[in-house]
């Protein structure tokens, strides 16, 4: 009987429609997104960027070629000379293809000076491939323009950390968490570019 | 003449080519499909479209570096590929990650498998013509993917597990805020099941829908939520438990005619066994290390270096070289097998002692699921045919890997 009264006025359908009915109520889920923008977490894997050190203006990197060697996709391009006096390399060429890029951020979690990250940046689409290709002079423009629009007193990337892992694995200067100190509008600053 | 023209069009069976480029087949599927009618005589799908060679290309890259080729196979599962092949090359090297990653993998797991099950139901609803159900899985779908952006930083290809372990440690704020979320998420289970398990359009369009008994479906290879909707009691995680899932209790949903309605039950079923597992995990979480101490470093070399050996005598110099490599990985082969979301993945590895697998198969659900749609679709509507695609969950990405 009740089987036959539920047939008969679509008891079934209108739980359904009930439940669709009731979202009328209910705030969007979506969001506009050119005009609004949801906050990123930390640690998103996005740009690349060289980290410009505050104290000589210039990349902590020291061409050790590690990021190049465990690259997934081999998308990074290092060139360096020996410096006949210390004996040691300079980075000559650093180039990443972007295009080619994984992301997958194994380049910044083997980097023993933390000298390369993958940014919380992802709006960087472009029309031409040139512009997806990095050297040294625009991953550090990288970094300007991403720590010029970072809402913090230091940065410390997650997978330069690697909370939760064995500190004795990781080399020494990766085992205490080496922040880095902001400071905004280090481009006009005179002698830095 | 008229009539010897009809006679004729009955003899004469109608080919459909259905794909590749058909929304309906979820990815770049081709069904080349005979029809008598509008009753399908026989079916043959077309694979490889989307063949990128993942298998050959994991041959000439190290260990690590192939654990991010696996995230392309089942896009949509990433979480579970990965930790599939961190398990086999951790089972073909005899170490075992500590407890704490055991737990945090397990939740990743579920939580892909969450997220893999509201796809499906998504797709799979739409196909068939609920387009609200579309809206509301993406919705929780979208949650679970700015939970995977939290542990990891990546919302679909995320590289999380490490072969050992995992590679950074999830916060306590984000275990307790997928906690809270794992209650909403069975609420929203429930609104699904509202909408869809009592609906007299969704009986009518799954029911009796592509029905296979037990024996066909263990001799056709189905596995997952397929097999377990013909009443066979076949789930990687009680048969041969790895990770956390012998600490967690879980009931294995199953079928019992094994048609598409009995799939939409059992995947549904499975969601909140889920949710029931990754809250049991959260309360047990224990504290310690994330990574094992044997675990190999990302920057694994290629090849291992010549072996060294005391000289004979003192005119080249004090040692010799030999022609034989150290050995990175130990010289064997092991198939280890996941239940991933939609079936048993499996990933075959012959190591020949350097950093690079020599050969590595891979064992897709998927694929093996197309094969059996031919035999699905016999003597069914052109409409069913697209109720099956959708039943079975398929991912062209790790069918033609």
Known sequence: ??????????????????????????????????????????????????????????????????????CPSQCIYIDYSINDDTSSRVLIKYEIDALRCIY??????????????????????????????????????????????????????KFWYLPGINRERLPASKREPNAVPIIKKMENKEGWL | MGQLEIEKLDETTFVLQMGPHHPATHGVLKLVCEFEGERVVKITPEVGFLHRGIEKLAENKTYP?????????????????????????????????????????TIVAELTRLSSHLLWLATHALDIGAMTMFLYCFREREQILQFFEKICGARLTVSYPRIGGVRVDIKEEVLEEIYRFMELMLKRVDEYETILTENRIWIARTRNVGVVTAEEAVSMGLTGPALRASGVYYDIRKA??????????????????????????????EMRQSAFIIRQCIEKMPQGEILSSHAPDIDMAFQGKRKIQPADSLWGGFIKFTTEKE???????????????KGELGFYIISDGSGRPYRMRVRAPSFIHISAIPKLCEGHLLADVIAIIGTLDIVMGEADR
């Open chain 2, 65 to 105: 570096a192939v654990m991010t080729l696996t995230d392309r196979l089942d896009y949509i599962s990433s979480m579970t590929n990965n930790i599939g092949f961190c398990l086999a090359v951790e089972r073909l090297m005899g170490i075992e990650p500590p407890l704490r990653a055991k737990f945090i993998r």
């Open chain 1, 104 to 157: 997958c951020g194994y380049c910044e979690e083997v980097c023993p000076v933390n000298a390369i990250v993958l940014t919380e940046f992802y709006e960087y689409a472009s029309y031409d491939r040139k512009s997806s290709y990095f050297n040294k002079e625009t991953l550090l423009k990288n970094w300007d323009e991403f720590i010029n629009q970072y809402k913090g007193e230091d940065y410390l990337n």
């Open chain 2, 240 to 269: 041969a438990p790895y990770d956390a899932y012998p600490y967690v209790e879980f009931e294995v949903p199953l079928g019992e005619k094994g048609d598409t309605y009995d799939r939409y039950l059992c995947r549904v079923r």
């Open chain 2, 327 to 341: 050995e990175i990985m130990p010289k064997s082969e092991v198939y280890s097998a996941i239940e991933a979301p």
């Open chain 1, 1 to 70: 009987m009740r089987k036959l009264l539920n047939k008969l006025f679509f008891i079934d359908l209108l739980k359904g429609m009930f439940i669709t009915f009731t979202t009328i109520f209910k705030r969007p889920v979506t969001i506009r997104y050119p005009k609004q923008k949801r906050e990123l977490e930390e640690g998103f894997r996005g740009r690349h960027a060289f980290v410009r050190n505050p104290e000589t203006g210039k990349e902590n990197c020291v061409a050790c070629t590690k990021c190049a060697q465990v």
